[in-house]
């Protein structure tokens, strides 16, 4: 089932405040011509268009900032053109560090499991200029860790992509598959969004 979002909160979200680095288009953009090709991406763009909004993906710049409601935009997008329901927007949160030189540099070489899931909150500084990460808990010992997003009042369909997106990165840290929820939402009129990962320690014993 693809997400839907009426008028009403299409005025609203060009309303948001906050901007975004360009490289999670292009991330979008890469995952749709590998997955539909090139009249997959223009069956995005004809979806966007419907919403009365413009992303010329392929002149985006990786490091450039975007207005952050666009983000949003982009994932309904692709949602409609290809009836993308939660599993599906997932797996696209999943993909996104996988296809990220940097983060799989740093997760491999650089930090031990504690400080890579720690860096999560420099990398969404790194990335949006709007709303905050907080690692509340991050034992890998006990195979659980929890980050709750602070100020961030988009969409249902950003809360799935961050799901499949920090369930990645997690994964590659402990290199064990990691099961992702998210116990707290905004548009459950909780105070702030809250996703709680675990996977299987028994190997690592």
Request: some cysteine; charged content about 30%.
């Amino acid at each position: 089932m693809t997400y839907s979002i009426n008028q009403e909160e299409i005025e609203r979200l060009k309303k948001v405040e906050g901007e975004v680095r360009g490289v999670v288009f292009k991330t979008d953009e890469n995952y749709i011509l590998r997955e539909k090709g090139e009249e997959g991406l223009k069956k995005v763009e004809e979806e966007l268009e419907k919403m009365g909004v413009f992303i010329d993906y392929k002149s985006i710049d990786r490091m450039d900032f975007y207005p952050l409601n666009l983000r949003v935009f982009s994932l309904l997008a692709i949602s409609k053109a290809f009836n993308y329901g939660e599993e599906e927007i997932k797996e696209m949160g999943r993909n996104a560090p996988r296809a990220s030189f940097l983060i799989k540099f740093f997760t491999k070489y650089f930090m031990s499991s504690q400080q890579t899931l720690a860096k999560v909150t420099e990398m969404w500084a790194k990335h949006y200029t709007k709303g905050r990460i907080e690692a509340v808990e991050v034992s890998e010992d006990e195979g659980r860790a929890v980050f709750r997003l602070h100020e961030v009042n988009l969409h249902p369909v950003f809360c799935r992509y961050l799901l499949g997106y920090f369930s990645s990165i997690v994964s590659m840290v402990v290199a064990e598959k990691v099961e992702a929820k998210e116990t707290k939402c905004l548009f459950n009129n909780d105070d702030y969004h809250e996703f709680y990962l675990t996977w299987n320690t028994e190997s690592n014993n």
